[in-house]
Every structure is written in C-alpha cells, then in structure tokens.
C-alpha cells in the first residue's frame, strides 16, 4: 500500500479531491457497475498527494502563485508567455525518489496483469497517463480537455515524463484562462490516472452523451465514433459517424437505434513504431471511410451501459444527472470499454432555464439566395456575426489582434484556443462533429458555432464580415455580410393552460432535422408530419430510381451508390432514411400521437428529384393529377408505396415507436380509400394490429360528404384547409392573383369543416386541422372551437401566439 498511489478500484466518487473528477468516476464504475458487465480498464491513480510532494519538493507553490497573479489573461501574449515558463518549471522539476519507487512498482503490477504470464522483468504494457483535477468533471463545470492525456505510454523513464507533463498541463494558458472565466481559484491540484490502453487504434472510439447535446432533449443517447484513437473525435480533427438512441423505447427493449450519419473519417490516430513519438495520423482506408465505425448491436450496447451510468450518478447525486461518456472498442478482443464518463454541465446547469423557449431567426426581408458562403454542422440553435478572422497557428501575430466580436475560422480547435473562443462572435472550423471540442467548448460559452465545413479556411477571407446562422436545422449556413436576426424568449411557464377549451393544440413537423427543440412546446403530439419532406431534402431520390436502376444514367446510379454509402444497398438505404426522419419526430413527442402522412408529391414535384424525369409524366394540372392514394394502389407506384410501408413498419416494430399514426392523402373516393387499406394490409400495416391507427385527410369536398362512410373505414380525419379551399372555391391556391376571391373562413369552406366535425363527433371519430388558418385568424380558430374540433396544429412558430390568441377569445 502506497501513501500517495491508489488503484482505481480502491477510490471512488467521494475522494474527488485526492484523485480529481476523472479518476474518482473511473474508480467508482469499476467498483459499483463491474456486476453489469460494464468494462473499465484497470489502473491507478497518482493522487493529488503526489502531486503536492512534487511541488514542495522542487520548491514551486510561491514561484508558480507569484506568476499567475502577475498574469493578465485577457493579453493574450502575456498569458501565453507566463503559462509556459510556470510549465517548463514543473517539467525540469525531479519527482521524489519515495514517489518514483512507488510508481515504478504499481506500473510493474499493472503490466504483469495485462501481458497475460508472459511478463519479462524488462516488458511494459502500454498505458494512457490522463490529467485528472481536483475541480475537474465536477456536476456544475466540466473543465472540458483542459488538461493533458498521453497515449501509448510504455517503460518507466516514458511514464515519469508524462506523469510531470500532465502536472504541467495544470497551467496551460487556456487552462488559467478558463479557471478564471468559470470564477475557479488558481489554487486546484491535479492527479494522474495510469490507465492500461484499449486497442482502439485497431478499433474505433468516440464519446457518447445522454442528452442530445444541442437541444437537451433528455431521450436520448447521442453516440459520435471514428476509427482509430479516440483523441480525433474528442479534439475534432475528424467529422464522426453519428448515432441517436431513443431511451424509453430502449428501456422497452426495442432496437431503438432513431438515426445514423455516416461522417467522412478520413484519418485516424494509431500507435506510432517511433521511440519518441507514440501516436501517428494516418488516412482511413476507402472502404471503411463507407462504412459506419460501429454496428447495430455495438451501437445500443454502448446507448445501454450509457444510460446504466446516466442512472446510477442521478441516484448517486441524488438529482438527474445526465453524462459525457469516452468509449472505445478494441480491435484486437473486439470487446467495448468505457474509458471515462463525467457529468454533462451545459443542459445540466440550466434545469431551472429549461421552461424557456428561445428562438432566432434572420430577418426575412433580407434575400439570403446569392449570400450562402458554406455550410456545416450547426451547433446549437443561435445566430452570430463579425469579421472573420482566419486563424491556423496561435503563435501569429494575428492572434493577438483577435478583436471581441471577431469571427474564428480555423481548421478545428484544441483546449489551445479557448482564450480566443471567449472572445469570438462565432467559431467556424473545417473539421469536427457535434461533440468535438469545438462544439462542446462553444456550447458552455454561449457562441454561435458551425463545424466540419469542410473548407471554410479556403471559401471565407480575412476580415471578410459573415453571419454565422444555426437556426435553420441541423445544417449550419454561413451568409456574406452582416444580416440582422431576431431572438425571442417566451417563458413556457407562462403560457396559458387552455382549460376553458377541449381544443388541444399539435404541431406540423415539416424538418425532422431540427425537431428536438421542439420537445418542450406546449402541445399533445404531431398533427401532420410530411414525408415528402423527408424524402425530398433528406433522400433527393425518386423511388423508383431506387428499384429500378438499370432504367436509368450512369450518373444517377453512381449518385444512388454514394449516397447509400454506409447501408447495404440502396433499397435499404431508402427504407431506414425515410425511417429515422420519421422516428426523429416520433421520439420527440413520444408516447404522444404522431401523425406521419404518406407521400403527397404531384407528378411535378417527384420529377424534381434525382431520377424522376425519367418516371413522372408531365401533367396540365398536377395539383388536381397522378397524386395521393391514387398513386399507392397503381401498378406504377406500388412497388415504391412498398418503401414507404416498410419505413413505418421499422419505426413502430423495430424502434418501437408505436405513437406513430399514419394518413392518407387525397383520397377521392370510398373505394379508393378501400383499396390503399388493403394495400397498405397486402405490405404488414393493418388496421388495428399492434395499435394501428390509420387517418385520413379531408381536403376534398367529396371526404366531406361522404364522411359518414369514410369515418368506418378510419381512426381519424385531419382537415386540409388549404386543398379544400381550392376545391370548393375553384381557386388555384398557387395563383396569388385569386386570394381575394377568399380562404378558409368563406362561409362555404366552413360549412363543409362544420359538417366534417359533425359527422366525425357522431362516429366516434378524432378530427382535428393542420393549417395556418387558426394562427392567422383569431375568428377561425374560435370557430374551430366552438364547432367542437378536437385538435389544431400548427407550425411550431404560431404555437405560442395562437395560444395567447385563444386565451383571450375563452
């Protein structure tokens, strides 16, 4: 037993300031969650004793203290200067004899463990040396990557080396600089883990988080991997693979597994033969570029022990504590480890905040057509702007004219360039995923940040003004100039309750890919969620481009093969695509209704997509054409309905998401209803079986007055306004020159919506509405109301304003 040593297994959570937040965590999961199976690989802890008998030994507390309160970290060459003479003091320092023995016996230990009995007196295994502070990983700040970790580490003289590196990295000038910012004393210690390595650079690794990190939806365990060492993905030198794991349909035990996005992974980190230097980057192979770095099973088992950790420190802090997780996957046993794991701080820390709504949006009156400069990976929702400020070496004078306000554009970001992040508008980087360290560190400062563009160092110029945009979805924009924004906070708490009314309020979910922001608006479920739009923005591919590739070019079949990269076919990729933006809105509002509406594409518009030419006629009047059920029983369709019903089957069998709800689009007639139920019976989806519910929409006069029979065929109507508009006034709802004729509250569109209610009330029915109408006439929605209509839905920017529009009329 050593005075200033501890295996991992001999601490845990409550000696944090001996052994910092990292190896405390460490130790803990090796002790309490060893039963479930759940891996850690084995070390020690050089504790922050150690750390402390190092320091008076060589003489170093007042020279350090005296040097940090002579620093001003807001000049950036003065930090700098002052946190590299503090460092190269600790690294020129001698670790006492009594510490170095007792380390050079516990790292023989570990290697007679992992080197299997074959253990020569001059072998070493390898060991990752990670900085671990005593204020480090804590619930209410995470310290992200402020200190040092050294990967395959091996010999002695190697691990004393590192083991004063990691003491130096205390004093890195971001690491003051963040300490200071945070309201943290200079005055914290630091301990090392000596941690045998897992083989992931024959493998892959990655982070994993329970808590979407951009919105805080709390359902979900978001999975970021690449192949190699993990430090690419943590530093952000490589757009990941993505993974987003549904919690409670997981709990449920389905194969809850709600999106993948396959990243570029074009290098990786592995072991270096050099002495000196231990790691290398190298290129990815092409082949494994195109596949994802984990598979299904790996993926939920790795969401699963996610959570198991996620609950086991909510019971331990006694409070929801959602968590950051590094795993890895070893190459050589292909068996997962978990590697660290700590609070999440960012969505944690704002519980009390988590009632208010914000939004951004550009100023409209601004045509943004010509301005789009590059995209990336929008993190978070927020808009910023300034003057860009290209930055590729910390060490050029440019850094220390990085003005507040600036733009920062760099090829990704380190722990190095926090210093500037504090001071940016916007940070904009060439490479990294939404848990890079560009992604995380922005998040926790508030910034406007947009990653992996791919070449933004090469598209943006220097001084050049930009407005960083991330509240169109998950892509990010980047726009020429400085365009204006809006930003309005509404209090949820402060929305009415609406209990006057039975009217209960839904949205219209057009962009799944921004729709766990959503998850804490004031509403019952999804009204009308398009699959065209899915389709359209997420696939671009005709579907029956998809079946039928030998009918068309060259260079759509090798447009389909690319972008099934990462599937096993294009078939395949159609269905789960067309699956996950499904399940993206499923699992937001689950387990309320979803109401997922077929394809309603008219002939125009799937000739728009990549291979539709080649299959869509060209119709006089496609809004009155080839469209809706008509399309799902026809021999030219059919096969591509077949995608779709299979897409809807995978979300409620397979992911488990029985919430979803499906409905037919302009149907005309009774049989036609008829034929699409069998169809859909014909392809696995019936009516009734495992909960099915199928609406339908009432956009044509002809649902209307025949509702009474439509109603024994469905669970469901859902008013179209704008079709049934058109249908019953004769007006083009694209001619412009014709809306003064009138809309929805003509007394004849309301008559038919009058006898819709009435007719479904009478059966038994559920009718809502999905329109604009209600949000932009107070008297319509009132009307709405009073006629009885069970739900309105709406676009998620009308839901507050309606809500207060319809307390006042009740």
Not at 126 to 140: H, I
Not at 426 to 440: E, M, N, Q
Request: proline fraction near 3%.
């Amino acid at each position: 037993m050593s005075t200033y040593l501890k295996w991992l297994d001999e601490t845990g959570i409550d000696e944090i300031e001996l052994v910092g937040g990292k190896n405390a965590s460490l130790g803990e999961m090796i002790k309490n969650l060893k039963h479930l199976n759940i891996k850690v690989p084995y070390g020690f802890v050089v504790t922050a004793d150690s750390y402390d008998y190092f320091m008076v030994h060589n003489n170093l507390v007042e020279k350090i203290n005296t040097i940090i309160n002579e620093t001003n970290i807001d000049d950036f060459v003065d930090l700098k200067r002052n946190s590299l003479k503090i460092r190269n003091l600790i690294v020129d320092g001698e670790i006492p004899d009594l510490l170095k023995i007792d380390i050079i016996k516990y790292y023989k230990t570990l290697s007679y463990k992992y080197l299997d009995n074959h253990y020569q007196p001059q072998e070493y295994t390898d060991v990752a040396v990670r900085s671990s502070g005593t204020s480090e990983d804590l619930p209410d700040a995470s310290f992200a990557g402020q200190q040092d970790t050294y990967l395959n580490v091996r010999g002695n003289n190697q691990l004393l080396e590192r083991i004063k590196s990691c003491f130096a990295s205390l004093y890195t000038d971001r690491a003051i600089c963040y300490r200071k910012t945070m309201g943290f004393l200079h005055n914290i210690k630091l301990s090392v883990c000596v941690q045998k390595m897992v083989r992931s650079d024959l493998g892959c690794s990655g982070v994993a988080f329970s808590i979407d990190p951009d919105s805080g939806f709390k359902d979900l365990v978001v999975i970021n991997g690449s192949w190699g060492l993990g430090e690419m993905v943590v530093s952000g030198q490589v757009k990941p693979d993505e993974f987003i794991v549904h919690k409670k349909t997981l709990e449920l035990g389905y194969k809850a597994i709600i999106d993948k996005t396959l990243g570029d992974k074009i290098n990786k980190m592995v072991y270096a033969d050099e002495h000196d230097k231990r790691t290398k980057i190298v290129q990815v192979e092409k082949f494994k570029q195109n596949r994802f770095c984990l598979d299904d099973i790996r993926i939920l088992q790795l969401a699963s022990w996610t959570l198991t950790i996620e609950t086991y420190y909510s019971n331990k802090y006694a409070r929801w504590c959602p968590v950051d997780v590094e795993w890895a996957l070893d190459g050589l046993t292909n068996e997962l480890y978990i590697v660290q794991a700590r609070p999440e701080t960012i969505h944690s820390r704002k519980v009390n905040n988590n009632n208010e709504y914000v939004e951004y949006s550009l100023d409209n009156s601004v045509n943004l057509n010509n301005s789009l400069l590059c995209t990336g990976v929008a993190v978070g929702s927020t808009i910023g702007s300034g003057a860009v400020k290209l930055i590729f070496n910390l060490d050029t004078r440019d850094c220390e004219e990085f003005k507040e306000g600036d733009v920062l554009v760099t090829e990704y970001t380190d722990p190095t360039y926090e210093p500037l992040m504090k001071k940016a508008s916007a940070i904009i980087t060439d490479k990294g995923g939404r848990t890079s360290h560009a992604a995380i560190v922005s998040r926790e400062l508030g910034k406007t940040a947009i990653v992996g563009c791919g070449n933004a160092t090469k598209l943006l110029k220097m001084n050049q003004v930009v407005t960083a945009c991330c509240s169109e979805g998950d892509i990010g924009k980047v726009y020429d100039g400085s365009i204006n924004y809006n930003i309005k906070r509404t209090n949820l708490e402060n929305i009415p309750k609406l209990e006057k009314i039975n009217t209960k309020l839904m949205l219209n979910i057009g962009n799944p890919n921004n729709v766990f922001k959503f998850h804490n608006l004031p509403v019952v479920g999804v009204g009308l969620a398009r699959e065209e739009f899915i389709i359209a923005n997420t696939i671009g591919i005709h579907p029956l481009a998809i079946l039928n590739p030998d009918k068309t070019t060259d260079d759509i079949k090798s447009f389909i093969e690319n972008k099934s990269r990462g599937f096993n076919n294009s078939r395949e990729y159609y269905v789960k695509r067309l699956a996950y933006g499904i399940s993206r809105i499923g699992a937001t509002f689950y387990p309320n209704p979803v109401i997922v509406r077929f394809s309603d594409f008219k002939s125009n518009e799937y000739r728009d997509l990549v291979g539709g030419s080649i299959f869509e006629p060209n119709e006089e009047n496609p809004m009155l054409g080839f469209r809706g059920c008509s399309r799902y029983y026809s021999d030219f369709f059919k096969s591509a309905f077949q995608l779709e019903c299979e897409a809807i089957r995978y979300v409620r069998e397979i992911i488990g998401l029985s919430n979803v709800i499906v409905m037919l689009p302009f149907c005309r007639t009774i049989e036609e209803c008829k034929k699409t139920i069998d169809i859909m019976s014909e392809f696995g989806l019936e009516r009734g079986i495992n909960g099915l519910k199928i609406y339908l929409m009432c956009e044509i006069p002809s649902n209307v007055i025949l509702a009474d029979e439509f109603c024994k065929l469905v669970d469901g109507f859902s008013i179209g306004s704008n079709d049934l508009t058109q249908l019953c006034l004769g007006i083009d709802r694209d001619a412009g020159n014709l809306t003064f004729i009138g809309n929805e509250t003509n007394q004849a569109v309301k008559i038919l919506i009058s006898m819709a209610i009435k007719s479904c009330k009478n059966n038994g029915v559920k009718i809502g509405i999905c329109g604009q109408g209600p949000s932009d006439i107070p008297e319509f929605a009132e009307f709405l109301v009073k006629e009885g209509i069970d739900t309105i839905s709406l676009v998620p920017d009308s839901i507050v304003k309606t809500v207060f529009n319809l307390d006042k009329l009740f």
